[in-house]
């Protein structure tokens, strides 16, 4: 018969089921954030441009143009995002001209199938569309693009766009689950390297 277990024993047991736990979590918090973006797997590279350190996005209520039904951005019936709507998932965040021309029509095209491409991951992901000037074709977005959340450029959005490293039009950014800006891409980087990125970012953490 196995003699009972001791108060200590049975703290120590308690102790080990956490650590098999929380112990993935713990290495990828430490992985992403303890390297300040520098650790990359033997033989890998990001793709994207990381942005050391990573910014904090602020929260913000901005104007809501277009968002799937029971988009994480909606705030009720108003036609604003929720403040925290770049939080709790993956964000990739393009930003355009509202008119969106071909190149900007690509750009969505490639979020879109970078998001599809994670298969089972793809609910951990968001597209968030920060639109400039006049805006927009809603009858191509609600075709082509029902996933995808649009906001105005509005003055609302100067804290946000006050935190992207460079003017340039056309570039995507991506937010970590934690509201963290964390690295960018340049309007002609490739789509695959994008996906890679995410996946091994996904595999990586377990947050969003």
């Not at 650590?19 to 918090?29: E, G, H, M, N, S």
């Not at 909606?74 to 393009?94: C, I, M, Q, V």
């Not at 190149?103 to 400039?132: I, K, P």
């Not at 950014?173 to 509201?179: A, E, K, S, V």
Request: hydrophobic letters at 40%; a positive charge.
């Amino acid at each position: 018969m196995t003699a009972p277990r001791t108060p200590a024993q049975s703290r120590r047991a308690l102790a080990g089921l956490a650590a098999l736990f929380f112990a993935p979590l713990a290495l990828a918090f430490l992985v992403y954030y303890g390297s300040g973006g520098k650790w990359h797997p033997p033989g890998h590279v990001n793709h994207g441009t990381l942005i050391d350190p990573a910014r904090p996005a602020p929260r913000l209520s901005l104007p809501l143009v277009a968002a799937p039904a029971r988009s994480a951005g909606a705030n009720g019936a108003s036609r604003t995002t929720r403040p925290d709507f770049l939080e709790h998932k993956w964000t990739l965040l393009y930003t355009g001209d509202g008119a969106c021309d071909a190149a900007c029509r690509g750009h969505l095209y490639d979020t879109r199938q970078v998001r599809t491409a994670l298969n089972r991951d793809m609910d951990r992901v968001q597209r968030v569309y920060l639109a400039s000037g006049e805006c927009c074709d809603l009858k191509y977005l609600e075709a082509e693009q029902p996933d995808l959340i649009v906001v105005r450029a509005s003055a609302a959005a100067a804290p946000l766009q006050a935190l992207l490293p460079g003017p340039d039009l056309g570039r995507v950014y991506l937010i970590d689950p934690l509201g963290n800006l964390m690295m960018w891409y340049a309007p002609d980087a490739p789509a695959r390297g994008m996906l890679e990125d995410l996946k091994r970012l996904l595999g990586l953490s377990h947050i969003g």
